[in-house]
């Protein structure tokens, strides 16, 4: 099982290798991950480059590309995943192809290529291309603390009784 940071450094390589694909960053890409992925044997890598082809094609043919990006970033993530649970050696040379992939890519696609990482039962909210828009119901303490209040009531902290 992997750590909570190669996992999300294998998201992020996900990401920035469908982020790659369709632009002119895509061979600097596609070779760096095929080396990677050599790591499992040529069988293993020819696979994985014929899967590359096909899912470049699946995006350079969709009516929306993003659309088709977003459907194989959990795709690649766990192909990441098994790569470095395999050989975790490979740690380095993945966060340089999202480096490389990060600084070769056009604008429109560079928000493909972020690094989201919540630790220590922290939360965190990320979004692509869209909103967030998140509430949460006060927290049991909060509600002890106001529970006598009536419903609509305004708290009024500057009551004079003393």
Do not use: C, K
């Amino acid at each position: 099982m992997l750590t909570e940071a190669l996992a999300a450094l294998a998201a992020s390589g996900g990401t920035a290798l469908v982020g790659a694909m369709a632009t002119d960053a895509w061979q600097t890409a596609r070779d760096s991950a095929a080396r990677l992925f050599g790591r499992q044997g040529a069988q293993r890598q020819t696979a994985i480059e014929a899967q590359m082809d096909g899912n470049v094609i699946l995006v350079e043919r969709a009516d929306d590309p993003d659309l088709a990006r977003q459907a194989l970033v959990p795709l690649w993530q766990m192909e990441l995943n098994r790569l470095l649970e395999e050989h975790p050696g490979t740690e380095a040379e993945l966060q340089e192809l999202i480096t490389r992939v990060r600084d070769d890519l056009p604008a429109p696609q560079q928000q493909w290529v972020q690094n989201n990482i919540a630790r220590d039962n922290s939360r965190q909210f990320a979004v692509q291309g869209g909103d967030i828009i998140y509430h949460e119901s006060p927290s049991s303490t909060f509600g002890r603390q106001h529970s006598e209040q009536q419903p609509g009531a305004a708290d009024d902290s500057s009551d004079s009784r003393q």
